[in-house]
């Protein structure tokens, strides 16, 4: 593979094929027509077609409906994952009821299943949903509806993780945190890491250190290669590289991460046994182009974007730019790419993770020899070892993690302008002018960015926005750079949802502090992401009922509250407020409520701004719609309690609000068929326009002499 190969051009005209999947056959003739002029016009024309090819071979196809009870039968690649009162399972395919399903599937369980030992395939019988029309998920609700079978082969290298894990697991009893460390880094089962230690790793920027690809192969393999070589046997070293690159994703598992890492080291191995040597640009594209042929969803997935741009950055930006400081050039080289993908994937970013990075990857290497002496001898002082290095790490993490948080993600256009023209760099300059022209084209997505967050941070008028946050609620209220936030949403069980989708949607609007935070009741689909705005925003203060507060929800949020410090008024009968142009006023119910008494208790909001009002009333239900119809005021615009489920919105309480326009907040195909179709006939007979969650996505209403609705989504989902 000599260094002129046009690895670049044929990089773009690949992407190329598969955005644009037509005329493949066309494109093939004419690559063949133009070889005898252009060979290089040939090669970027062939690569096209052959993405065109690749690409509408492998479009999705239709998905088995959902929602219904079916038995799925899937093959094991890993173990039960622990996320508080929750665990679950992870396949990449599986059978439901015999039918064969090419999407992955979460096996959720709420109790404790039979252990996973050396069995092949997994059987289970519960609820089955499809989550964003790409993957499933399987509730099962007793023990009795999972079974194993099969048994994996001795002389396979994932049997040989399996057992390693087994005979390392009696230690997790006394040693949770260094054994979770442990099957992570070396056997690539992160399952039993702890939130904590996630979120830490998170934080500072180097959560990819605890993934097993890139660092744990590239330093197995180098330690293959030196000690062969330093025997006199280079030939043997080469050969060696290509066996670890095939035997690594057997042992661990055909996980991208490895993938990637052993098609890079096959391809280098396979090119000093032809005595092809290559430079590191062309090694680069040509182990990118591999795994899009293989795999040509990878386009758009985020991690094999981190991957190819990471290591890009560090050939392209920090060699050519490298001069006495090299690791600093190549901490701001990584930074400078990886920043905009990160915001933009995941609305945030770890200033200095970089450099993280290079402080933690010896100390990483020790833990990770530490580990894999310890599989084989179990010897304890190794325990304690990996503790002391797992505490200065997450010590170290500490230290960078004020360069971390959320931010608004670059505008798409923004940041396709800035990758194609970096990539355009890279195909047609060289040197140090290439390097100039790729961080300049990369800035571009950064200061969009910016300039995004610095237009949206204040509010011409005032306006709601009820976001999409599936089966819950959470209501923004604007009012210039003042923000009220109401509820949280949230899915039980998922204790990330705060930082996945709540945190990005607001940052992604230009909010970075929230005036008052008012949570209606304790539930999870109301209260799950507000413990992370709590900890990662400025919270100016806190609404709560003291009635039946209680629960997991509840007692994560008091900790980030005080945690930070941040008020708390409770709210026993009224509350009044101004934010802004926001006159808010605060009601609930005056007794206790046996049927439904979380739902019953509350808190209800009315808004006005801009000669406007809201009703936004939670999850009450009958009976306090019956003791609140007398102290509620016609409103424009109500929030229908309850995700509109029958139990609430009667007619006593409609004719009290008189509402125009009614917002249903609900995840699509919920379990629950809210909104009943009992509450939108009566919102129809009352001629109120109705706009929900499920189908418009998120609804902006702005407040003012006249009321504009703008649904996130124009069709329905």
Sequence with gaps: ??????????????????????????????????????????????????????????????????????????????????????????????RANGVDVSAPVTVYARFEPPPIERQQFIEAEGML???????????VKSPRLISYRGQVSTFAPSTWNRMARQRIRPFAVTHPDEIAMIEALVLGRGERLSDDARQNFRRGGTYHLLVFSGLQIALAAAVIAFALRWLGAPRASDWSLLIFAAIAPLFIGPTASVSRSSVGIALYALSRILKRPTSFENLWCVAALGRLILVPADLTNPAFQLTYAGAGALIFLGKPMAGRARW???????????????????????????????????????MLVAGAAFCVTTWTP?????????????????????????????????????????????ALLRGRLRAIAIALALTVPTFAAIGRDLALRSTAQPHATFLDVGQGDSILLRSGAHNVLIDGGGRSGDVRFGETVLLPLLVDRGVRSVDLVILSHAHPDHCGGLPAVIEQLHVGQVWLNPRRFRGECAQTMLAAIRGRGTPVRLIRDEGHATIGEF?????????????????????????????????????????????????????????????????SSTPPFLEAANPRIAVISCGATNWFGHPHGSVLRALRSRNVRVWRTDRNGTIDVDLGPAILCRPQFDTPR
């Design 328 to 366: 600093l050039g190549y901490a701001i080289a990584a930074e400078l790419v990886i920043t905009p993908l990160t915001l933009f994937h995941f609305h945030q970013y770890a200033l200095g993770g970089s450099l993280t990075t290079v402080v933690l990857t010896p100390v990483i290497f020790v």
């Design 1 to 94: 593979m000599p260094d002129d190969t046009p690895a670049a051009p044929a990089l773009i005209a690949f992407i190329a094929g598969l955005l644009f999947a037509s005329n493949a056959l066309a494109l093939f003739v004419v690559a063949t027509l133009s070889w005898r002029f252009q060979r290089r016009a040939a090669i970027a024309v062939a690569f096209f077609a052959l993405g065109a090819l690749r690409g509408a071979a492998t479009l999705p196809l239709p998905l088995p409906p959902a929602d219904r009870f079916v038995t799925v039968e899937a093959r094991i690649e890993g173990d039960w994952t622990v996320r508080e009162h929750v665990r679950f399972l992870r396949c990449t395919r599986f």
């Design 382 to 426: 190794l325990l304690v070892l990996i503790g002391a290095l797992n505490a200065l790490c997450a010590r170290l993490n500490d230290l960078s993690s004020p360069g971390s948080g959320f931010f608004a993600a670059p505008p798409p256009d923004a940041l396709a302008a800035g990758l194609l023209a970096a990539l355009l760099a890279m």
């Design 583 to 647: 006159q808010l006023d605060a009601l609930t119910v005056t007794r206790a409520i046996r049927r439904a008494p979380e739902n019953n208790s509350s808190i209800v909001v009315r808004a006005r701004a801009g000669g406007r009002s809201l009703l936004l009333t939670g999850d009450i239900e009958r009976e306090a719609e019956a003791e609140l119809a007398g102290r509620v005021q016609a409103s424009d615009i109500l929030k229908v309690a309850h995700h509109g489920s029958r139990s």
């Design 129 to 139: 949903r499809l989550l964003d029309g790409t993957r499933y998920s399987l509730s």
